[in-house]
């Protein structure tokens, strides 16, 4: 019950119902319109850097008339293909030996050469190794908890001459809110936790800093699988 001295709340009115609305739009499109922007942004830098490579006569330009963005990128996946196929047999694993024994001769291109291809072997040759599930760990320090991902279990010289009675397990533990850099952390497996959640819910849970949960009606309760 209020008091007679008590000021009626206002309604909202029109221009909070507009700004709200807004608001909620720029939510809607932003993400959609950068995703959109930045693809269409990249495409045109593969183009400008492919395209003036290929001879004329292969150019789509000179037939249709008009640039097509995103013909740069066709004929880049396409070279690389190839490129590849041709790596994998015989005459191009000779000929790629023999490429890099005259790189090695090389003070300065040798090591650019090297540091570039540990980078993209880094990269692009562990695509098929991904983390194995999701994990709370005390870190850093006991009473604290964290989110990891169960990387592998830890082998060679980490392994041995850790002072610990059962094995180890890798574990990365990501920063908010990016989650591309973290922690490696050696942890005894009887200190792991594993969660019932999927590697992306436990992303999009460190990257919304808490704010966005696998299951938004109880968070308590483990997502359930669709």
């Known amino acids: ?18 700004r709200g609305s807004f608001l909620t739009g720029i939510v809607v499109i932003a993400p959609v ?26 150019n789509p330009e000179q037939y249709i008339g008009i640039n097509l963005r995103g013909i740069g990128v066709i004929i ?21 030996r023999f490429a890099e024994s005259l790189v090695e001769r090389m003070p300065i291109v040798r090591s650019i050469y090297s540091g570039a291809k540990q980078i993209a072997e880094t990269i692009f040759a562990q695509t098929e ?5 999701a994990c709370l760990i005390q870190y850093p320090r006991k009473g604290i908890w964290a989110i990891g991902f169960i990387s592998t279990d ?7 001459k850790a002072e610990t009675v059962g094995g180890l397990v890798s574990i990365f533990v990501p920063t908010t809110p990016n989650p591309t850099s973290g922690f490696l952390l ?8 594993e969660l ?5 819910d436990a992303a999009k849970l460190v990257i919304s800093a808490g704010l966005v949960y696998p299951n938004a ?10």
């Open 1 to 18: 019950m209020t008091s007679p001295f008590e000021p009626t709340p206002r309604r909202p009115g029109l221009f909070s119902h507009l």
């Open 33 to 58: 319109s950068l995703t959109i922007w930045l693809i269409w942004s990249i495409m045109g830098w593969v183009d400008g850097f492919v395209l003036p490579l290929v001879p004329a006569r292969f």
């Open 76 to 96: 880049f996946f396409l070279f690389t293909i190839i490129v590849g196929w041709v790596a994998k047999g015989l005459i191009g694993r000779s000929f790629i």
């Open 129 to 133: 190794r991904n983390f194995e599930k």
């Open 154 to 160: 830890t082998r060679g010289e980490v392994a041995e």
């Open 186 to 193: 050696f942890f005894p497996r009887e200190d792991i936790i």
């Open 196 to 200: 019932d959640m999927s590697i992306e």
């Open 217 to 226: 009606k109880d968070p308590t309760q483990p997502a359930k699988a669709a």
